[in-house]
C-alpha cells in the first residue's frame, strides 16, 4: 500500500488539503460508504510520510477497515479504488474552483441546456462585465471567451431568430485567436526541440499561418498572446535576423499583465535561450542582454517557483553579472537572494557563488577559503570549485599546491561516471596547458629571455590547436601576463 496511488497522491497534499479531502469523503452528496469514510480517516491519520510499513500493510489496513472479517484482497483493493476515484473527484473539483470563469462556463451551459433564459441573462453580464477588462489574455483566456460566446449563440439559436448577431461573429473571432495563440505555442516546442535534440517535428499547415500573420502584421502587434510566439518562432528559425529578438523583447516587457507567471517564465526563458545561443557563437554584447532579462525577471518575480529561486538560476545569474564584471550588484544579489534558495541546498550554492565572486574580484585567498566549506553533491559544483581552485592557486603562484591540485582533479575527473567525455576532455586539456604555463612561469628566470619568449610564443600557438578546452579565454589571458 505505501507505493499505491492513492498513497502518492495523498503524500502531496498539504494539511488544509487533507482537512478538505476529508469533509470530501464524509459528505453524504458525493460518498454514503461509512467503510470508505473509515479507510479515509486511517490514512489521513498516517499521512503525509507513511513511513511504518506496518501499518500500511494491506494485511493490517484490512484489519483496521473491515474488523475481524476473513483477510480478501480483492474486497480490500476494491474499496481502495473506490477511494481514489473520490481523490480523483476532489482534485477536479478543487482545480475547477481555483477557477471562477470556468465555473461559469460549465454553469451556463446547463442553464441553456434547461431553457431557464432569465437565469441565463443574468449569469451572462456578470461574466461578461468580470472578463471584459481582465489584463491575463492567453490562450485559455481566449478558449473560455471561445465557450462563453458559444453558449451565447447556442440560446440565441434555440430562439430560431433570422436576423444578425454578434455572438457567431465572437465565437469565429475568438476560435481563430485560440487555434493561432496555441498553434504557434506548439509549433515553438517542435522547433525548439529539433533544434536541441535533433528532432523530426513538423507542424502542419503552419506556413499558411505565418503568411496570415505577416500580412495582417499590424492587427496581430495588438494581440500579445499571438504575436510573442510568432516573433518567438522567428528568433528560433532565423537568429541572425535580430530584429525578431528585439521585436520580442520590447513585446514582453510592454505584456508582463498579459500572461500568468507560468507562461511568462517559458517566454523569458526563449528569449534568453536566444542570448545564449548569440553569446556561444562569439556575439558578447548578449550578455548585457541577458543580464537585463534577468534583473527583469527578479524585479518582476517571474524567475521565482513559489517564491524560491532555483540553485541554477542564482548560480547563471551570478555568472552573467561577473562576466558584465557589474561586480557590486552581483554581491548584493549574492546576499539579498539567498534566502531565496531551496534550504536543502542554500548553503551550498551561496558560499559557491561567493567564491566566484571573490575570484574575480582578485581577492584569491578569500574564494578558497568558501570552497573550503562546499559540499561536492554535484558535479556541476564539483568542477567549477576545482575551476576555481585551480586559477587562484595560479594567480597566487603557488606551485606546490596548484601541482598537487591538478593531480587530483585529474584523478576525479577520470574516475567520474557522471562527467561526460566532451566534458572531462576539456577539464583535462586545461589541467594540461595550465601546468605548462605554471613550469613556464617559472623559468623564467632561468633561461634566457630570447628562449622564454619562444616557449611563451609556442605555448600560444599550442592552445590555439587544443580542442575542447575549458576556460580558453583564461589560458589565453594568462599566456599574454606572463
Request: charged residues 25%.
Amino acid at each position: 500500500m505505501k507505493n499505491s496511488t492513492v498513497v502518492c497522491i495523498l503524500k502531496t497534499l498539504n494539511t488544509r488539503e487533507r482537512t478538505k479531502f476529508k469533509e470530501f469523503v464524509h459528505s453524504p452528496y458525493f460518498n454514503k460508504n461509512k467503510t470508505l469514510c473509515a479507510l479515509c480517516d486511517y490514512l489521513l491519520d498516517l499521512a503525509p510520510k507513511f513511513d511504518d510499513k506496518n501499518k500500511t500493510s494491506k494485511q493490517h489496513l484490512h484489519k483496521v477497515v473491515f474488523e475481524n472479517k476473513t483477510y480478501d484482497e480483492y474486497r480490500l483493493n476494491n474499496i481502495v479504488s473506490d477511494l481514489l476515484q473520490l481523490l480523483y473527484s476532489y482534485l477536479s473539483l478543487s482545480n475547477i474552483k481555483k477557477q471562477p470563469s470556468t465555473k461559469q462556463i460549465y454553469l451556463l451551459e446547463t442553464l441553456q441546456q434547461r431553457g431557464l433564459e432569465k437565469p441565463f441573462e443574468k449569469v451572462s453580464k456578470r461574466y461578461h462585465k468580470q472578463e471584459k477588462n481582465k489584463e491575463v489574455q492567453d490562450s485559455k483566456f481566449f478558449l473560455q471567451q471561445l465557450q462563453f460566446y458559444t453558449q451565447q449563440d447556442f440560446q440565441f439559436h434555440s430562439k430560431k431568430s433570422r436576423v444578425f448577431d454578434q455572438n457567431l461573429q465572437q465565437k469565429n473571432n475568438f476560435l481563430d485567436l485560440y487555434y493561432l495563440s496555441s498553434k504557434l505555442k506548439v509549433a515553438c516546442d517542435m522547433t525548439s526541440r529539433n533544434i536541441v535534440i535533433n528532432a523530426d517535428y513538423n507542424s502542419t499547415y503552419l506556413e499558411e499561418l505565418l503568411g496570415w500573420i505577416k500580412n495582417d502584421i499590424a492587427h496581430f502587434r495588438k494581440i500579445p498572446a499571438v504575436f510573442v510566439y510568432y516573433k518567438i518562432l522567428l528568433t528560433l528559425r532565423d537568429s541572425e535576423e535580430e530584429q525578431h529578438y528585439f521585436d520580442l523583447k520590447a513585446m514582453l516587457a510592454d505584456n508582463l499583465n498579459t500572461f500568468h507567471q507560468k507562461e511568462l517564465r517559458l517566454l523569458f526563458d526563449y528569449l534568453q535561450n536566444y542570448c545564449i545561443r548569440k553569446i556561444n557563437i562569439g556575439q558578447t554584447p548578449y550578455y548585457k542582454e541577458l543580464l537585463d532579462s534577468y534583473k527583469l525577471t527578479l524585479a518582476n518575480e517571474i524567475v521565482l517557483d513559489n517564491g524560491q529561486l532555483s540553485e541554477w538560476d542564482y548560480k547563471n545569474i551570478v555568472t552573467v553579472g561577473l562576466r558584465l564584471e557589474d561586480n557590486d550588484w552581483v554581491q548584493n544579489f549574492i546576499h539579498d537572494y539567498k534566502e531565496r534558495v531551496p534550504k536543502n541546498v542554500r548553503d551550498n550554492a551561496f558560499l559557491y557563488n561567493l567564491a566566484s565572486y571573490y575570484y574575480v574580484t582578485k581577492d584569491y585567498k578569500k574564494a578558497l577559503r568558501q570552497l573550503l566549506n562546499v559540499e561536492f553533491t554535484d558535479t556541476s559544483y564539483h568542477l567549477g570549485a576545482k575551476t576555481i581552485q585551480l586559477k587562484s592557486y595560479f594567480e597566487l603562484d603557488e606551485q606546490e599546491a596548484f601541482l598537487a591540485l591538478c593531480d587530483a582533479f585529474s584523478n576525479y575527473l577520470r574516475r567520474s561516471k557522471q562527467i561526460s567525455e566532451y566534458r572531462k576532455k576539456a577539464n583535462l586539456n586545461l589541467i594540461r596547458i595550465s601546468k605548462k604555463l605554471m613550469n613556464l612561469k617559472h623559468s623564467k628566470e632561468l633561461i634566457k629571455d630570447a628562449q622564454y619568449q619562444k616557449k611563451r610564443a609556442a605555448s600560444r600557438k599550442y592552445l590555439q590547436t587544443i580542442t575542447p578546452i575549458a576556460n580558453i579565454d583564461w589560458l589565453n589571458k594568462m599566456i599574454s601576463t606572463l
